[in-house]
């Protein structure tokens, strides 16, 4: 079966399945993020996003990835060599970090570059509902605001900060420009593996 004989969505949640599977094998053994439950709103997400302009994601990066245009081989084997919360493909502008926010900053600085050179590029911060409670995100979110500069953050909004209901530890989120968030009830896989026993060799 080909991308071409699948939806978009399809495509993806096969994808995060194959990963789940092969790491439950205990072939995988380095932490992964797996997503489920948000490939609507991420499809009509990335229908904003051009190929030339930059992504930057998180531990939970395998959708963004493949919806920026990263062939889906390639991004299999840097999961299975232990990258998966550290993928990055400058060919593609693109960069995720295991570091909770981590991004955002060098996305910021990113933007002003592009802006210096004249560059008609956008960036695309993704950060869960967790690193958009943390300062270092509203620094950003301020700095790029007051600067105008071609920056969008989206806000992955599970409700769990790792295993913590996020309203509880942080309270009501406050809603700024430029930002898009999203809401989604993850059921099928925890906040990290594949929520089954795994056994690495």
């Known amino acids: 079966m080909t991308k071409k004989d699948l939806t978009l969505k399809e495509y993806l949640i096969k994808f995060e399945d194959e990963i789940a599977d092969i790491f439950t094998a205990g072939k995988i053994s380095a932490p992964i993020h797996l ?67 981590g991004t955002a900053p060098i996305a910021l600085g990113v933007a002003m570059g592009l802006v210096r050179n004249g560059s008609k590029s956008h960036i695309w911060v993704f950060v869960g509902d967790m690193a958009a409670e943390g300062g270092v995100f509203h620094e950003v979110v301020n700095y790029a605001a007051k600067n105008n500069l071609p920056i969008t953050f989206v806000v992955e909004d599970n409700g769990i900060s790792t295993n913590t209901p996020t309203k509880k530890a942080w309270g009501e989120s406050a809603s700024a420009p430029k930002i898009i968030r999203y809401t989604h009830k993850k059921e099928k896989y925890p906040h990290y593996g594949s929520g089954k026993w795994v056994i690495f060799g």
Do not use: Q
Not at 48 to 54: F, G, P, Q, S
Not at 66 to 83: A, P, S, T, Y
């Open 35 to 101: 997503s489920d439950n948000n490939e609507d709103h991420l499809i009509n997400i990335f229908k904003k996003v051009k190929m030339d302009d930059w992504v930057f994601s998180t531990h939970r990066s395998h959708y963004h990835a493949l919806l920026h245009g990263i062939n889906r081989d390639w991004l299999k084997r840097e999961i299975v060599r232990g990258n998966s919360i550290t993928v990055c493909n400058p060919e593609h502008h693109f960069y995720s970090s295991g570091i909770v926010g």
